[in-house]
C-alpha cells in the first residue's frame, strides 16, 4: 500500500513537471511576441516616440458618459524630438527585460527535465537555479535603468524633468521578490547536495 502510494505521488509529480515545462515553453514564444508588439508599439507614430510612463499624479476629467473625475499617475506619452541615445535605451529597456525571462523561462524548462529525470540534488540543478536567480533581478534592474535613461530623453524633449524612478522601481518589485524566493532554494539545493554527500559517506 505504501509503495503504491509512492508510485502514485511520483507520477504525479513528473506530470506537474510535464506540464511546467510545457507552460514553460510556452512563456517563451509568448515574450518573444510580447517584446516584438512592444519594440512596434514604441515606434507606432511615424517620426515620433510612444511610451508609457508614470508622472506626477494629477486629477483629469475622463471621457466616460458625460465626463468623470479620475486621478492618474501614468500616462501614454507620443513624443517629438527624442534623442537617439534615448530612443535606444528604451528598446534595450524591452530587450533587456524580455531576454532576461526568456533566460529565466528556459533555465526553468532545463530544471524541471532534469527532475523529471530523476536528478535532484546536483550541482547542475544548484547552477541552474542560481542563473535563474541572477537572470531575474537583471531582468528587473536592468530594464528599469535602461527605461528611466530613456525616460529622462523623453521628458527632457518635452521640456520637463522626468521624477518617476521610484515608480518604475516598484512595478519591478515582484521580479525582486521573485528573484529572492528562487534564492532560498539555492540555499536548499546546496544543502540537499552537502546531505546527500554526508549519506553517500555513511554507506
Not at 502510494?5 to 510556452?26: E, F, M, S, Y
Not at 512596434?40 to 465626463?67: C, K, N
Not at 529597456?93 to 527532475?115: E, F, N, P, T, Y
Request: proline share 2%.
Amino acid at each position: 500500500m505504501f509503495s503504491k502510494d509512492l508510485k502514485t505521488q511520483a507520477k504525479a509529480d513528473r506530470n506537474d513537471l510535464v506540464t511546467a515545462i510545457i507552460v514553460g515553453t510556452l512563456a517563451i514564444g509568448f515574450l518573444v511576441y510580447d517584446g516584438i508588439r512592444r519594440i512596434s508599439a514604441l515606434f507606432a507614430a511615424p517620426g515620433l516616440i510612444t511610451v508609457e510612463a508614470p508622472i506626477e499624479t494629477q486629477t483629469i476629467t475622463a471621457d466616460l458618459g458625460g465626463g468623470a473625475p479620475a486621478t492618474v499617475d501614468s500616462a501614454t506619452l507620443v513624443v517629438d524630438g527624442v534623442n537617439m541615445v534615448s530612443v535606444v535605451c528604451l528598446v534595450l529597456a524591452i530587450v533587456v527585460g524580455v531576454v532576461g525571462l526568456i533566460v529565466v523561462a528556459a533555465l526553468g524548462v532545463v530544471l524541471c527535465r532534469r527532475l523529471a529525470q530523476g536528478a535532484a540534488f546536483d550541482a547542475v540543478n544548484l547552477r541552474l537555479t542560481f542563473g535563474i536567480s541572477m537572470a531575474l533581478l537583471v531582468a528587473g534592474l536592468g530594464e528599469v535603468w535602461f527605461q528611466n535613461m530613456g525616460l529622462n530623453g523623453v521628458f527632457a524633449a518635452l521640456g520637463d524633468e522626468f521624477n518617476g524612478q521610484t515608480g518604475l522601481f516598484l512595478q519591478a518589485v515582484p521580479l525582486y521578490v521573485t528573484a529572492l524566493a528562487v534564492g532560498v532554494l539555492v540555499i536548499v539545493f546546496r544543502r540537499g547536495i552537502r546531505l546527500q554527500k554526508d549519506t553517500e559517506g555513511l554507506v
